[in-house]
């Protein structure tokens, strides 16, 4: 079984945010692979679905944690431990304000990187869970940040956020048959992004 988590926080006044992809991206995966309406479950919105694979149906669930973005190790701790599950059987998207808007990449382990909830995740289930991080671009300046994720993205920006969370939800087969690295690389073949310095703030 694959636990797949979307970082964000709950309410419609944050649902444009950019610190909201990670939820954009999970939604996007359970409407392309007809998941079940979401409930409430683990303090989270959890969908139940499978992600068909060449070998086969991969059972999944997908959480949204209610808990907002910083406590996300609550929820995402609760529901491996339910299902005992392990770090490799977790996916967790996320916005990555260190690559530059429309990248993508996958990895597994590592430190928090300032992300607040990531460092909650790894406190309740350790640091060795993959990890799909979607570029949102740097504001240029660390002071800015916190305004920079609780922003909503620019109508302009949707031009590539809409086919990123499409391929996201597209190329799943792979990151359900465990084949990360080429996860990523059908990612960026659908939704090609230039690599680009994150902190340019490009508005066009």
């Excluded at 967790?92 to 304000?97: K, L, P, R």
Aim: glycine letters at 12%; charged letters at 25%; proline letters at 6%.
């Amino acid at each position: 079984m694959l636990l797949i988590a979307g970082l964000g926080n709950p309410g419609q006044g944050y649902a444009k945010n950019r610190h909201n992809i990670g939820f954009m991206a999970v939604d996007e995966i359970a409407r392309r692979w007809s998941f079940s309406p979401a409930r409430s479950r683990f303090q989270s919105l959890a969908s139940e679905g499978a992600i068909q694979t060449p070998a086969g149906p991969v059972r999944a669930l997908i959480l949204k944690p209610q808990t907002f973005y910083n406590e996300s190790g609550r929820a995402v701790g609760e529901a491996l431990k339910f299902f005992k599950l392990t770090p490799a059987d977790l996916v967790v998207f996320y916005d990555e304000i260190d690559l530059a808007p429309g990248r993508f990449r996958m990895k597994t382990g590592g430190g928090a990187a300032g992300n607040n909830g990531v460092r909650s995740i790894t406190s309740q289930v350790g640091a060795d869970f993959r990890r799909a991080r979607l570029g949102t671009g740097h504001p240029g300046d660390k002071d800015l940040v916190h305004g920079h994720v609780l922003s909503d993205f620019h109508k302009a920006e949707m031009k590539w956020v809409e086919p990123l969370l499409a391929a996201c939800a597209d190329a799943a087969p792979l990151l359900a048959a465990g084949e990360d690295e080429k996860y990523q690389t059908e990612v960026m073949r659908l939704a090609p992004a230039e690599k680009g310095d994150p902190r340019a703030r490009g508005k066009e």
